[in-house]
């Protein structure tokens, strides 16, 4: 039986995939070379740092500790000009009246986002409240494709994976959910999340009752 759903934030609940790629692709051209949204396929799920080392890889460059780190600032500041003027208008469809749902039904819900920013866009969009546990980047030490995040997210929740189903829009995120022994849906291309249970092209095609397998 299915006692609680885990959502990935960055283009599960909302469209920030436009936003970390404007930024990088911005790191990347002062950095000297370019960075196509194809590229940016390989961040999504991925964490901050992960995400840089695979830039730099594209690039083909090599930076000290110190001048990453300033990447990394550099990137961030960026991105939250982007995310500072998010608003509720940037949810996407379907998600908040299938969040209701599962609210009436009485089924857990947790985020499990590998984001340090992940609290910032839940205000702006004014969905803290629809979250029973928040699990997201500064909680967590290991990135996606490890379980941690969604295991904790469980733990929090006080329910067993084998109760839960993840929502995820990445690769690296549907595996963290298989190594979490979870169910997952995935959001998106069912070409890209082909390790998903089943796949939805948007929350509009998503409802209670396909939670009851
Ligand atoms: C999510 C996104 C990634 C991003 C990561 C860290 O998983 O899909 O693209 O790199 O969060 O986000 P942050 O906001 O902490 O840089
Ligand atoms: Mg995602």
């Excluded at 208008?89 to 009436?104: H, I, M, N, T, Y």
């Excluded at 329910?159 to 995935?186: H, L, N, Q, T």
């Amino acid at each position: 039986e299915v006692k609680a759903c885990l959502f990935d934030l960055d283009g599960v609940i909302v469209d920030t995939a436009k936003y970390h790629y404007l930024a990088w692709k911005r790191l990347a051209n002062e950095l000297g070379f370019d960075f196509t949204e194809q590229d940016n396929e390989r961040l999504k799920g991925v964490s901050r740092v992960r995400s840089l080392e695979i830039l730099l890889e594209i690039g083909g460059i090599t930076l000290d500790e110190q001048e990453k780190q300033a990447g990394m600032d550099r990137k961030n500041g960026w991105y939250l000009e982007y995310i500072n003027k998010m608003d509720s208008s940037e949810v996407l469809p379907g998600v908040k009246a299938f969040l209701q749902a599962l609210r009436d039904n009485n089924i857990k819900i947790a985020l499990g986002s590998a984001s340090k920013n992940a609290m910032i866009i839940l205000r702006n969009i004014d969905m803290v409240s629809y979250f029973d546990a928040i699990v997201d980047g500064t909680k967590t030490s290991q990135a996606k494709p490890d379980p941690e995040v969604f295991l904790l997210g469980a733990k929090e929740l006080g329910v067993a994976p084998s109760e839960c189903v993840v929502f995820e829009d990445a690769e690296a995120g549907v595996e963290a959910a298989k190594r979490a022994e979870m169910y997952c849906v995935g959001v998106g291309s069912a070409e890209q999340l082909g390790q998903a249970d089943f796949v939805i092209a948007s929350f509009d095609e998503m409802s209670i009752d396909r939670l009851k397998f």
